[in-house]
């Protein structure tokens, strides 16, 4: 039973700020990679920021650097992103992910984020 639950997601006028959160279970939460990823309408899904197991390691896409910001709280079993200085183009789903290897990959369903122009 496996869970990566999304949560957070909402309207945000730009310049805004939001943070999402992904509640997980089902799995040793602290032994994986987790990320954030985004897919906008007709767009393909991009990495928006992930962070190694024991948080001390984090990435960014290029077109959120310095406006998000990944975290996580392995007591919890939480991965999260805050969200600052929103743009419309960051109107997207936005999926939680965990990677414990290769060939061990969970998916969140989602959670929406707009930003009207």
């Known amino acids: 039973q496996v869970q990566l639950v999304e949560s957070g997601g909402g309207l945000v006028q730009p310049g805004g700020s939001l943070r999402l959160s992904c509640a997980a279970s089902g799995f040793t939460f602290s032994s994986y990679v987790m990320s954030w990823y985004r897919q906008a309408p007709g767009k393909e899904r991009e990495l928006v920021a992930g962070?190694?197991?024991?948080?001390?390691?984090?990435t960014y896409g290029a077109s959120v650097k310095g406006r998000f910001t990944i975290s996580r709280d392995n007591a919890k079993n939480t991965v999260y992103l805050q969200m600052n200085s929103l743009k419309p183009e960051d109107t997207a789903v936005y999926y939680c992910k965990a990677v414990g290897s290769i060939s061990v990959v969970y998916w969140g369903q989602g959670t929406q984020v707009t930003v009207p122009s």
């Open positions: 962070i190694t197991s024991g948080g001390g390691t984090t």
